[in-house]
């Protein structure tokens, strides 16, 4: 919530400054910071995930919705680590 619309302004910042023609590395020091804020939304986002989603469905017994839920987890893993 508040944090993505830190970053949502963050954002618009950053419209901003290549409209007025700022300098380029203020301007590429300003994205790599949204870039930051926006893995550690993501960070949370798995967190929540894996004590929710992942930890329900391996405690619910039903193999299908575990097996499931644990790919999905790989997967997303490996989509931040290439991120990172």
Same mark, same amino acid.
């Given at each position: 919530?508040?944090?993505?619309?830190?970053?949502?302004?963050?954002?618009?910042?950053?419209?901003?400054?290549?409209? #007025? #023609?700022?300098?380029?590395? #203020?301007?590429?020091?300003?994205?790599?910071?949204? $870039?930051?804020?926006?893995? $550690?939304?993501?960070?949370?986002?798995? #967190?929540?995930?894996?004590?929710?989603?992942?930890?329900?469905?391996?405690?619910?017994?039903?193999?299908?919705?575990?097996?499931?839920? $644990?790919?999905?987890?790989?997967?997303?893993?490996?989509?931040?680590?290439?991120? $990172?």
């Amino acid at each position: 919530g508040k944090r993505l619309r830190r970053i949502e302004g963050q954002v618009r910042g950053i419209e901003k400054m290549v409209e #007025d #023609d700022r300098y380029c590395m #203020d301007v590429l020091t300003q994205i790599g910071a949204v $870039s930051k804020a926006l893995e $550690s939304v993501a960070l949370e986002v798995l #967190d929540e995930h894996v004590k929710h989603c992942v930890a329900g469905a391996l405690a619910s017994g039903d193999e299908h919705a575990a097996a499931a839920k $644990s790919e999905e987890l790989l997967a997303a893993v490996q989509r931040f680590a290439r991120i $990172s």
